[in-house]
């Protein structure tokens, strides 16, 4: 078996608990994922991989309600006192983590209404924390449990976290109550720090951030017009940029008939590749916001 196959092994192990993307996310990536599995799963492997959600916490404890408004921007809704910016990018990490330093951070992602984070310890398993906006479905509990005869499934843990948030963690790995409820104590509200490489652009005028994963060699953005449209498939106003280290992904080229987004445009800035989907009659404004691109290395 070669290292190339281990790494897609361990990756199809953990398949099973990453994030997911939702609805807008899921559209803009379906092809990319496809191109891009060798280099996710070298990524997972070397303790960096991927995911997708936005919205953070408010501090531990604080009973009163957060306005509608604030938790339906795109950026963390805890992160700051002032109101985030809907179109910065990259927007505000989530504003809670695993303070545990053998679990390594592998992505964080925020969307309108949620927020993902995904951990690995030694390339066998991961981690999830899992932030909504809302009422949890089904049966959960009230607050972050403190002790083990609180919880029914140490795996898989949900409580509510506010009148209009609630929080999941779930893992692979073999835990038993005391270990998880050990675990729940340590995560915290600090936002994560991933250095990924994309460093800013600029936002065409109208739109907002719909969806932004941070990866250590990898970013993936959604933009679109209207965040509480229902984007499953893209509406054609949307733009989808995904930046990746050259040579690990690059699109063959193909087109969807059915693909909201067709007009595909690329350019190398450094060692990275940056992809740019749009629809043809934003494929002016695409190529202005390929040109605006800065990264970090």
Known sequence: ????????????AQESLAPDP???LAGATRR?????????????LAV???GAGAVGLLNRGAPAAVPPATLASPASSAAASEAPDAAKVPPAAPAISLEDKSWTLLVWSVRPHSA???YGQDSRYGLDIDVQDGTAPGSVLPAKPTSAGQLSNPKTVI????????IRVRTTKPVTAAEMVGLLAKIGTKPPVLASPLKSLQVPAGQKVAAFSSEPETNTLVLCPDLEADMAPLDPGCFSLFVFVTGTGESTGE????????????????????????????KAAGLALLDSVRLNR
């Open 1 to 12: 078996m070669t290292d190339l196959d281990e790494l897609r092994r361990v990756l199809r």
């Open 22 to 24: 939702g609805a807008v």
């Open 48 to 50: 960096a991989a991927l």
């Open 159 to 166: 409580w509510q976290d506010g009148p209009q948030r609630w």
């Open 255 to 282: 087109v969807d008939p059915k693909d909201p987004l067709p007009a595909h445009q690329s350019r190398h800035l450094g060692g990275y590749t940056l992809e740019l989907n749009s629809s043809y009659p934003n």
């Open 32 to 44: 990319i994922r496809r191109r891009r599995v060798t280099s996710v799963a070298a990524v997972t």
């Open 116 to 118: 993902s984070l995904h």
